[in-house]
Structure formats: structure tokens, C-alpha cells
């Protein structure tokens, strides 16, 4: 969950309430679902709040949401943008992986030290969120004075003089086909490029150095380029900034020293590069939203891509439909339809209703009770990227009106819940282990590769040769469910086995004292073509047993009561395991079915963890014991 660090006298002074104390605004804000974590070791507060909510990222994103909760704001708000004076020019070599650009210009920015750390906070959250670690999108904010855009004449061409300062050798074109925005009528009178250049094709002077560098010498040689290297590593041609005087930005990487903000900075330029536009057009977006915050006015840009030309930023106002019954019926509560606005409006939106006649308008909309229910048309201001569904609207609503005015109600269905036969199953199972003294363990679901393979001595079989009926493979070692889009190169699969995850916790904690007996019930999965969703599910149960003195016996001593708890019956024949030691390795056969391994850790699994002591252990599938349980 993100973390917003937020200086209490800032939050005052942009929300216009010094009458309220921190335990107010704590209060407050948890009614608006941010959650008090904290204190930084500079006495900046910490609040978690949704991943969904990124406008929340810095305090003037906070405060603005206080403003509309307090009323003191009301509907939406769109800054207004002077006309484009700069354009960034797109060649045709900036690298295929990453093709776009977005931008714009903030004028008149009031920045003192608070304000500039707010903005190196939003800054590198977006990073780690919508960014995705700067893969997908990353930003750079620069002392606009600073630079020297090459100048156009009316009709857009260079009338600078001087040679060409980018290579245009031959490259594919990029292309922003998720952008349908009409072409720009402004004529900027100065460009920036953005293009892609050699890695040592050229020098700039990069933040916190002194000394000219090539962008593949900052890679090798800056902390901060050592730190982003692998996003463009491989790239032929590396992704690169410029004006007149020279290259001043190497996306993702690093900005020039030459265009460093300060506080003495007072016009900004903001540039985004990524590899989706849509992406990067919403993370600039919210950092022009939280510049008007601090007295900024905002510039458009142009974006001459060799096919098309954007103007951004992109201030585009959605709308989406909902009916007044949906809202009712959701939350529970009888609405007017005033009231329902003047709710839409206090959660910084914009509602009106709607001829319900007007089939090319309520034809989607999602109508519960008498189709003469109102339908409102809800406008969505640019920074709320979070608004994907009617119902994103409907817990605005509810927000806004209070969730904790809620009256509690019993549905109206006529059955009797219980607990589900294998959550049963899974809890006496638990029971059991924690019994015997093991710490019962609740894991991410998610991980990566290394963690679960390299790392544990295996290999994943390939997805095209796997069949789960026929082959009898190691544990854990199918193919793994990937993760189409991951929010971390940490968590790009889900994992096929728990014994890495035990091992894991080990690892983290070899600075507490032994024993460590450690125990996991839970779900794993892997890649099963032969199932309709592609991905088959499970549920394991793991142990590890850490001291000075472990051995297999131990390990067998903990499955063997497991087993008697549920009368059933247990064979450990011995077999081979790549994370196991040979000769100290055995399958569990369980009633008469094999279903997973028991065994001492492999020496290089427990150095490749940084392990000190012998580690046993086991996993098995939970289903075993369920014949008899």
C-alpha cells in the first residue's frame, strides 16, 4: 500500500485550516481512507492509503481532497493552460521500447524547501507506482530557465543556425495509437528532441556529479545509473533529451545538473518518457495538479511524433453514466437527487441528470428497481485515474457521505453460511502444526522467478512439453503463472511451491534465535494448459525445522503426527530433489498416493540464503488428508 509523508503545518496552510490539531486531521483523513502509520525521523507524518487514489501521493493531493471533504471545494476543477511556446520534436530513433513522450510547463511555481521535497516525493512515488520502478514511465522535472529551446519560425522551421546536434540515422518510427486527440493549432516557437543516441555517443554532467559522463559511463559509474541500468541496458540506442545547448535528460536514468530545480526555481519543465502514453500522460497530469497547488500556471506543449502531433497536458474530462437506484440499492441509503449531487460534488466530481428516454445514454447503464430512475451523468476530473467503473463512482458517493452513517442490514437471502469442507481442513490442519510447535506463517502469494527456482537449485519445466496428468516432475518445479504486467520485477509469478517462501523467512531472520520451526497451509499454482483458466491451483501444507542439529528425522518426526491426526497412512520412500541432500531425501506417499517431499536442505540453497544451520523439511499436498479426515 503507498505511504504518503505529509508535514502537518504544510497540510494547514494548503487546506486553509490552522484551527485544526494533527489528531483532527488524523481523524479526517481516516474517514477519507488514509490511515495513520507513523512518523518519519524528520516528524513527517505517515499515511497508508489505496493503491487506486495516486492523486494522494503528495500533501497538495491530501489537501485537496480535505478541501472538497470539508466543502471548502465543490465539483471540478480544471486548470486552464496557456498557449504551447515549446514543442519536444520525436526522431526517429528514440528507441522502439520506449516511444513516447508527454510534457508541459509550469510558470510561477512558489517553491521553498517543503514545497520541493513535496514534489521529489510525488516524483519518485509515481515512480514506484504507475511507473512500475520508472519501466513503464518516468519523469523529469527541470529549471526551465536552465534551458535554451532551438527557436522555430511561424511555419515551424529551425531558424537556430548551427550544425545538427542529434544523430538521425534510420530507427522505427514510434507510434501513440492509444492517443484519437486532434492535432494542436498552436505554433510553439522553441523545441526540445527527444531521440535516441549512442550509448557513447555523447557527454552531459549528471545530478550529484562533477564530472562529464557518457550515458553508458553513468550506468557503470553513478549510484543512480547502476540502480536503473536494467531497464535499458540492452537497448541499442539510448533514450536521450535536448536542447540548444545540448543533452540535458537521459530517461529513465537521470537528469542533467545543468537543469537542477531548486528553490530558487520558478518556471518548471515537466518531461515523461515510457513505453505506454496513456500511462505517462496520467503521471503528468497529477504533478501539474499538485503545481497549481503551489500557485503555478500551466503551459501546454506539443508532441510532434513523426506520424501525429498531441498537445499536452492532457486535461481531458471523462464522463460515466450510474442511476440513482444503483446507488441506493449499493449502499443502502434513499437519496433525493439533490442530495445525491451535492454528494458527487463534495468528492470533487460533477453530476447532472439525464433523460432516461435517451437510449444512446442509459442503453449501459446499470439500472436497478423502476427504469424511471434518475441517471446521472458524472464528470470525472483528469487526476482521478482511479475511476475505472460506475461503481468507483458509487463509493464516492458513499464516502462522501459517510460510510460510518451506515445502517447495518441483514441480506435478504434465506441460507445459513458455514465453513467450507477445505477450509475445514486447512484449519485443523493448522491446529495441528502449530501444536506440535511450529509458527504458523501467512506469505505472499506472489514472487519471482529466482526466488522459487534459481535460488532453490530448479528449473521450471517449459509450458508447451507440461502435462500435469502424465509427467511426473519435482516438486516445484512446473511452469510458473506469470504475471502478464507486474508491479514489480519482485512479483512476476505465482509461486508453484511454499518451501522457498519458509526458506525466505529464514533468511530475514537470522538474527533471531534458534530453534525455528516454521509452517505454511496455502495455495500455489503453475501454468496447466490442460485446465480451462491455463492455470491450475492448490493447496499445500510446507514445515522447516532450523537449529544446529537438524536432521531428516526431525522433519519426519512433525509428519508423522501429522498424519496420525488424521489416521492417515504415511510412506517415505527414499528419492532425489534438486533443493534436497541425496541420501537424506524421501517422497511422502500418503495413503497409498505420492504428493510431495521431505528431506534436509541442499548446502547451497542454505548459502545461497546466507543460512548458518542445517534446515528439514517437507511439503504435501493438503487434499492427502482429506480422504480420512
Known sequence: MPIVDINMDELRSLTGHDEKSDAEFKSDLFELGLEFEGKTDTDLLQFEFGPDRLDRLSVEGVARSLRYHYGDDRGIAVPSTNNPEFQFIVTDTVPTRRPYVTGAIARGVSLDKHALDSLIQLQEKLHATMGRKRAKGAIGIHDLTMLKGRTLDDSGVDITGGSEMVDTATDSRPTADREANTSATDSPTHSITYTGIEPTGDTFVPLDSNRELTPAAVLDEHPTGETYADIIADYDRYPAIYDELGLFSFPPVINGRRTEVTTDSRNLLIELTGTDQWTIDRMCTIICYALTARGATIESVNIEYPEQTLSRPDLTVDTKHISHDRIETILGVSFDTAEIIDLFERAGLAATTTDTTDTAVTSNVDIDGSNNSPVYVVSIPPYRVDVLHPLDLIDDVGRAYGFDKLEP?????????????????????????????????????????????????????????????????????????????????????????????????????????????????????????????????????????????????????????????????????????????????AAIIINDTSVGVIGEIHPEVLVEHDLAVPVAAFEFELAALASEA
Open 409 to 585: 442490514r441483514y441480506p435478504d437471502i434465506g441460507t445459513v453460511g458455514g465453513r467450507h469442507e477445505r477450509s475445514r481442513l486447512e484449519a485443523v490442519t493448522r491446529t495441528t502444526l502449530t501444536g506440535l510447535g511450529f509458527e504458523d506463517l501467512l506469505n505472499f502469494h506472489l514472487t519471482n522467478e529466482a526466488a522459487v527456482y534459481n535460488r532453490m537449485r530448479m528449473s521450471p519445466l517449459s509450458p508447451a512439453t507440461f502435462n500435469s496428468t502424465t509427467d511426473d516432475i519435482d516438486l516445484g518445479s512446473a511452469p510458473p503463472a506469470e504475471i502478464t504486467d507486474p508491479y514489480s520485477g519482485d512479483y512476476t509469478i505465482l509461486r508453484p511451491w511454499i518451501l522457498p517462501s519458509l526458506v525466505q523467512v529464514l533468511e530475514n531472520n537470522t538474527h533471531r534465535t534458534y530453534p525455528q520451526d516454521l509452517a505454511e497451509v496455502g495455495v500455489v499454482a503453475n501454468r496447466d494448459d490442460s485446465v480451462n483458466t491455463h492455470v491450475a491451483e492448490r493447496r499445500h501444507v510446507a514445515g522447516a525445522v532450523a537449529r544446529h542439529d537438524a536432521t531428516y528425522e526431525d522433519a519426519k518426526a512433525a509428519l508423522q503426527a501429522v498424519c496420525r491426526e488424521f489416521d492417515a497412512t504415511l510412506q517415505t520412500p527414499p528419492t532425489t530433489h534438486p533443493s534436497f541432500i541425496d541420501g537424506r531425501t
